[in-house]
């Protein structure tokens, strides 16, 4: 979830690194953190087969910023291209360094 909400912050000014994968500079990793604590909120239940109850919220719910597990017909177009251009943010991949 984080790496989509960074794709859809992405023109607010967050930028990327890669490591062994995309991830974001440690200052907008701290900057995200902050976002989510101001904007969004959690809640939680407990339930002895969380698979079985995920599967049915994301079938009931369609939750927007889910993109696995859900009907592709009820995907954001935004949300999937926010991801996308989170994962391609840092350019291509860099080759692994060798000692």
């Known amino acids: 979830m984080r790496r989509t909400l960074a794709g859809l ?3 607010e000014g967050y ?3 890669w490591t062994d994968r995309v991830v ?3 200052e907008d990793e701290a ?3 902050t976002w989510m604590r ?3 909120r959690l809640t939680w239940a407990q339930d002895a087969e969380p698979a079985t ?3 049915e919220l994301v079938r009931r719910v369609h939750p927007p910023l889910n993109v696995h597990g859900v009907d592709p017909e009820h995907i954001q177009a935004a949300v999937v291209a926010a991801k996308n251009s989170y994962d391609t943010s840092s350019g291509p991949a860099e080759p692994p360094r060798t000692p």
């Open 15 to 17: 930028r990327t690194t």
């Open 38 to 40: 101001t904007h969004l």
């Open 31 to 33: 900057r995200l953190t």
């Open 53 to 55: 109850i995920e599967a």
């Open 9 to 11: 912050l992405v023109s």
């Open 24 to 26: 974001l500079v440690p």
